[in-house]
């Protein structure tokens, strides 16, 4: 499968883990691929030729997206393009000593991706620094429900 990895991240967490399940799909067969900016615009990421699209973020400030992510989030916005093909799958990062904030980016991101028609597979992971010092982890065990998912 063409699987597009797209990751928020301001410290690198999220980075090691969108890094983790990139090689971890590419070691399974599939066509991964990892991207940390939207600048050149949504033609670039080519969303609708993928299988499925992978956000993997943090969330910064008061339950803000990582900055690197604020221009793939207002592009959709301004654009709103038809994503009723593309199947996807959220993996937050955040802490949950940020109470109502907790894990807001992903969530956001994951709203936004509904509305302009994407189907999320799966649950939306989330993982809390808090009690989970190895996010890697928690991803990959996540992938491998979650992979089968995309079939259906
Ligand atoms: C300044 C700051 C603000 C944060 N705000 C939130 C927040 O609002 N909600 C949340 O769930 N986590 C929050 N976090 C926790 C981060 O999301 C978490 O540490 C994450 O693992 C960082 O991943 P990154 O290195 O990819 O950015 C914050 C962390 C920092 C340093």
């Known amino acids: 499968m063409n699987i597009l990895v797209i990751v928020g991240t301001e410290s690198g967490n999220a980075q090691m883990v969108g890094e983790t399940v990139v090689e971890d799909l590419i070691r399974a067969g599939h066509d991964a691929t990892l991207v940390e900016e939207c600048n050149g615009g949504l033609a670039v990421l080519a969303l609708e030729a993928r299988d499925a699209l992978l956000v993997c973020t943090s ?30 799958g959220i993996i937050a990062l955040g ?24 189907h999320r ?18 991803a990959l065990a996540w992938l491998k429900e979650w992979l089968p998912l995309l079939a259906s």
Do not use: W
Not at 122 to 132: F, H, K, P, S, V
């Open 95 to 118: 802490d949950q000593t940020y109470g109502e904030t907790f894990c807001r980016a992903g969530k956001d991101m994951d709203a936004l991706l509904a509305s302009l028609g994407a």
């Open 121 to 138: 597979r799966g649950d939306r992971l989330e993982i809390d620094a808090c009690t989970q010092p190895l996010p890697d982890e928690d």
């Open 59 to 88: 969330t910064h400030g008061l339950g803000e997206l990582p900055d690197n992510l604020i221009p793939f989030a207002e592009v959709l916005k301004a654009e709103a393009p038809d994503l009723s093909r593309l199947v996807y």
